[in-house]
């Protein structure tokens, strides 16, 4: 691996950085030290900084030169509300919060890449690191762009990073197209009528009705969607009922639903919703049913696809770098910022070793052996794109 000499000399203070944050998680939108954190780094390199974007969102920016582009470097800051399983010193501080996805990594290497860029880096243009609250969940993606992230920062292209565990450290993965799929929810209430259990026939019983609406949601997919197009839709709340000899009034469902374009996204919010309305008309009950769309997917662009895999095969050879791999049918809300400027998302390998875990896991951590690695390969596409001598 060809990482830079300079960013490896730092690598004992990249561990405590990480770490650092590792052990003071915050949730979305409520990241203020970690934030803090993030800005005094900025100005310690002699980075302008913008802080309080989106609430907890912090841009810095970085000139050379005179040349005229400008490229966005993107990492996120939130953690999740997880009990940490893990005993080692780092462990997280502050009990029901845990950095179980990396963030805490991607900010580090983000910041570790600034640093460098700002002391040692060869381009002519600006790049603006720009560090996201909110990723999991909340959309601080979409809600930076609300307050201008891009009117006020704008750029010709944007890049993103994330961890995978389950991939060898030293490797990359990337191509064009789909990379992460559209995260959409939904809930719905079965309105029925409550009454004694030894009586059904007196009730309408919400708890069946929502039983055939379930079963209804599984053959969308399985029998109306094309086959060559993924989706998953699941059931993850049914919540109906208190005691054993009374039939409720009500039932509620709710879950998620998953898949790469806007039209499959439109074929289930329909058919969801017409399955859902007409099976409890046919029981003579009544369902109210709200369907979110969350996070659109995340698309690739070809050109900067290319450059940022040009990067990884000029840090990690052309044999670590993984063009063939399936998008993930999880999400991300860097498709926000996709949506707005071209650019392109990588995953670097967070180690396949035994004992590795995936994320959203408690047991889960960021291998600190790959900060210098992803520390390197920001550094590598924002020389790329910013170097007008360079081609592609």
């Given amino acids: 691996m060809k990482i830079f000499k ?31 954190f993030v800005a005094k780094k900025l100005r310690e390199f002699n980075i302008d900084v913008e802080e309080n974007i989106a609430g907890t969102g912090v841009v810095g920016t970085l ?3 005179s040349g005229n582009l400008a490229v966005g470097l993107r990492a996120d800051l939130d953690a999740l ?27 580090t290497m983000l910041l570790g890449a600034a640093q460098y860029l700002s002391n040692h880096g060869k381009f002519s243009g600006t790049i603006h690191f720009i560090f996201q609250p909110a990723e999991e969940n909340e959309g601080g993606g979409k809600a930076m762009i609300e307050d201008g992230l891009f009117k006020r920062f704008p750029v010709d292209s944007i890049f993103g990073m994330h961890n995978i565990p389950g991939i060898p450290v030293g490797c990359f993965a990337i191509k064009p197209g789909p990379m992460m799929a ?14 004694h259990a030894a009586m059904p026939h007196l009730a309408t019983d919400p708890i069946q009705i929502g ?46 639903a998953r898949c790469f374009s806007e039209k499959i996204q439109l074929q289930l919010e329909r058919r969801m919703g017409d399955l859902s309305k007409e099976i409890a008309k046919a029981f003579e009950a009544r369902c109210d049913f709200h369907y979110e769309r969350r996070y659109p997917p995340t698309i690739n662009n070809e050109k900067e696809s290319l450059q940022a895999r040009k990067a990884a095969v000029d840090l990690v050879g052309e044999e670590n770098l993984i063009s063939d791999h399936r998008p993930s049918m999880g999400s991300e809300d860097f498709a926000f910022m996709l949506k707005e400027r071209p650019g392109a998302y990588i995953w670097i390998g967070n180690g396949d070793g035994e004992g590795s875990c995936m994320i959203h896991n408690p047991l889960y951590d960021f291998n600190d052996k790959i900060l210098t690695l992803g520390a390197s390969w920001w550094v590598r596409v924002a020389e790329q794109y910013l170097n007008p001598a360079q081609t592609y």
């Fill in 182 to 195: 559209a995260f959409d929810v939904f809930e719905l209430t079965v309105h029925g009528k409550g009454g």
């Fill in 63 to 65: 000139r050379k030169g």
């Fill in 81 to 107: 509300p997880i009990h940490e399983g893990n005993n080692f010193s780092h462990k997280s501080k502050n009990p029901g919060k845990m950095h179980a996805c990396g963030h805490d990594g991607h900010t």
């Fill in 6 to 36: 300079e960013i490896e000399e730092v690598e004992g203070t990249l561990i405590e950085w990480r770490r650092d944050l590792h052990s003071h998680p915050e949730l979305a939108f409520e990241e203020h030290h970690t934030a803090k």
């Fill in 211 to 256: 039983t055939k609406i379930v079963e209804a949601f599984q053959n969308i997919v399985a029998k109306e969607i094309n086959p060559q197009e993924p989706a998953v839709l699941s059931v993850t709340k049914f919540q109906a009922g208190d005691t054993f000899n009374v039939i409720p009034s009500n039932a509620k469902i709710g879950g998620s």
